[in-house]
């Protein structure tokens, strides 16, 4: 069957699903079609893949667009912790940053151990427990509870601060206002990251069970139990017909005996980037996922014999899916059928995987099922932090910052500059505020897209929650690749889309959607994150002493919104004012945001005696590997991994003049011979 023929008769059965389902958009359809004819003009013709390295159809070109990734931040910023904070006001000392060490018990570890351990102890032969799953978050900044405990803070006149739904009315409302340059991945990857490093435990009953956050009827409760911190939305607010948006608290030390005060929250997988959202983060789970043949992790096959994550023992209790296909994944985190975005980049992970170990086996036929396993868990793992580092942080954070604060990765050598005193777990102020800003680049629908790069179905993200199913329907994997690698991002702004402010998860719960953003203020709360105010001073800027003050990082409009929202200065949210600041130059995040999280990635890497480029632990990378490890790109996954033919050489950016795809096959491999025994 011709190529041509395969795509009309995708976008047919594609449509057909889309009809069905009654959401797509004909209007946004149509628009979003005729932004793409210049793009279909370009792509029409698109060569045949060729076997092995053959590159004669096509002339392989690189497409990266330099300029779009340039250094352009005349005056960089220093994270907190770089001199040991020496510059900031407000840092904790290593000592306070490690307090709820005493709460955990040590764990034993083996010195000589080649390959990390799937809870993440014992990195630090020091301090064995920091990363390790199932401890407490730690603390760069003193927390603010109003009770010194665990009670949210108050205002500093001693009220209840301003309710979250009306801040997030007010001051958050939704504008479609795309990025211009990134694509959705940006969004997506991101999530990655956040689902790979942190996960809120809940508080449970004194009786263990699940606390009643809101009454049955979406009424908000006269008495609210103590577990839950639920917002109540205003009479007046006509986007909800619901009263209560419910909210369990984080479980932190308290709840396990522990008494250092303030409390700190527990965090429910490990710290590191180590990919367990994919390989779990305790034995148990990690064993669960194993065929213990060939190294390789558990699957299902799809569609033309695709390979695709394997399904929990319930699949109808714990998805939205169909009844006479029931998918739903298991994966090393809960999470991963949350809706398709984070799914997609996890089943790419997957098969990256039992790839790696197919070529492990052939080149070392001598190495058992635990050898291969544990040498492709590593080499992915080293992949991935490659391609964070390299390609997303600067995205992120800035190229110019990434630079000054030691974040980019080296062209050759090893990296000996791993610190045992620096703690990688991962710290409140990140988890709870900083990193929940890109939730502001969540795009309201999903594009699915042929190899011309045309959209042949939009879904609404509100309608795909918890619809593991759709993404093996016609395998669909490879539209919703080409869709995150094409679709522009939402702007990182102050405007969120309704699907995540009005409508989360609004088929998966009885009292209708709930409102991330409101639910983001609050977590801020949870965790007693003191105010904006507290972070400028960190970060290195001047305390503002009235609304005024707030001008040199946030413009008048926003300055004036927050005057009227709160009566101090020293009142407003760490998340709210980080949201509205100018952004850095070269950034996606503002001053404060780009500080915070800037010190979290600088934690991870300088604080896993793991991480790919270091020669501190004796599983290391010999550097011929290392060199192999340096090849990979986020754009040789994604071809590896799917069966997309065209691609940019970095999918964070979208295509434009000057930024072209070029086919997978004109990528550069990783060369398996470096793992040769």
Not at 598 to 623: C, H, I, Q
Request: aromatic fraction near 10%; glycine fraction near 6%.
């Amino acid at each position: 069957m011709s190529k041509s023929i395969v795509i009309i008769f995708s976008f047919i059965i594609v449509g057909s699903v889309c009809h069905q389902n009654n959401i797509a958009n004909n209007d946004e359809l149509l628009e979003s079609n005729s932004k793409l004819n210049v793009l279909n003009k370009k792509l029409s013709k698109i060569p045949t893949r060729v076997n092995g390295n053959n590159t004669n159809l096509y002339k392989c070109a690189d497409s990266y667009d330099i300029s779009r990734q340039k250094a352009n931040d005349p005056n960089p910023q220093r994270i907190p912790g770089l001199d040991n904070g020496s510059h900031t006001i407000g840092m904790l000392s290593p000592r306070d940053i490690d307090l709820s060490d005493r709460c955990f018990p040590r764990p034993q570890c083996n010195p000589n151990a080649l390959f990390r351990t799937a809870d993440g102890s014992c990195n630090n032969l020091l301090f064995p427990t920091w990363g390790k799953t199932n401890v407490a978050n730690t603390r760069i900044i003193q927390a603010d509870y109003s009770d010194g405990v665990n009670q949210p803070r108050k205002t500093v006149s001693g009220v209840e601060l301003p309710n979250p739904r009306k801040i997030r009315t007010a001051i958050f409302p939704d504008k479609n206002q795309p990025s211009p340059d990134h694509t959705v991945y940006v969004t997506q990857y991101g999530q990655v990251i956040a689902h790979d490093t942190e996960f809120a435990v809940k508080k449970k009953t004194s009786t263990g069970k699940k606390p009643h956050c809101c009454n049955l009827d979406g009424s908000f409760p006269e008495n609210l139990p103590a577990e839950c911190i639920s917002v109540f939305v205003p009479e007046n607010d006509s986007e909800m017909k619901k009263r209560c948006i419910p909210i369990t608290r984080t479980k932190d030390t308290l709840d396990i005996g522990c008494d250092i005060k303030p409390a700190r929250q527990i965090i429910g997988v490990t710290s590191f980037l180590d990919l367990s959202l994919l390989y779990g983060s305790n034995d148990e789970t990690a064993q669960s996922l194993r065929t213990f043949n060939g190294g390789k992790l558990k699957y299902q096959l799809g569609p033309n014999g695709k390979m695709f994550l394997s399904n929990v023992e319930n699949p109808m209790k714990s998805c939205n899916g169909q009844v006479e296909k029931p998918i739903c994944y298991t994966a090393g985190d809960t999470r991963v059928n949350q809706h398709p975005g984070i799914a997609v980049p996890t089943i790419s992970f997957l098969r990256l995987h039992n790839i790696i170990c197919e070529e492990l086996k052939t080149i070392n036929p001598q190495w058992d099922d635990e050898r291969l396993y544990q040498e492709a868990r590593k080499m992915l793992i080293g992949m991935y932090q490659h391609v964070t580092y390299n390609e997303y942080v600067p995205i992120l954070l800035g190229s110019d910052f990434a630079k000054l604060n030691e974040l980019l990765p080296l062209k050759k050598g090893y990296d000996n500059r791993y610190d045992q005193f620096l703690n990688p777990t991962t710290f409140s102020s990140f988890t709870a505020t900083a990193f929940r800003a890109p939730h502001s680049y969540i795009q309201g629908t999903i594009n699915l897209m042929n190899e011309f790069r045309k959209t042949t179905c939009s879904l609404k993200l509100s309608d795909v929650f918890l619809k593991s199913d759709l993404i093996q329907e016609n395998d669909n994997f490879d539209s919703i690749t080409r869709g995150m690698i094409t679709q522009h991002a939402q702007g990182q702004d102050q405007f969120f889309t309704s699907q995540i402010s009005n409508l989360l998860f609004k088929k998966t719960n009885p009292l209708g959607g709930l409102d991330l953003i409101s639910i983001d203020i609050s977590r801020g709360r949870d965790y007693g994150e003191p105010s904006y105010n507290q972070f400028r001073l960190l970060c290195g800027l001047p305390l503002a002493k009235t609304f005024d003050d707030l001008l040199d990082q946030i413009d008048q409009e926003n300055v004036s919104i927050l005057a009227s929202l709160y009566k101090d200065v020293n009142d407003i949210d760490f998340y709210v004012a980080g949201m509205v600041e100018r952004l850095k130059p070269g950034a996606i995040l503002g001053h404060t945001f780009q500080c915070v999280v800037g010190e979290m990635f600088f934690r991870w890497k300088f604080g896993d005696r793991y991480y790919y480029e270091f020669k501190n632990s004796t599983g290391a990378f010999t550097l011929n590997q290392l060199d192999q490890i340096r090849k990979t790109t986020f754009a040789q996954i994604l071809c590896l991994t799917s069966d997309i033919q065209m691609i940019q050489s970095n999918p964070f950016f979208n295509l434009r003049e000057g930024y072209q795809a070029v086919p997978c096959n004109c990528l550069k491999n990783i060369n398996f011979s470096a793992w040769k025994e």
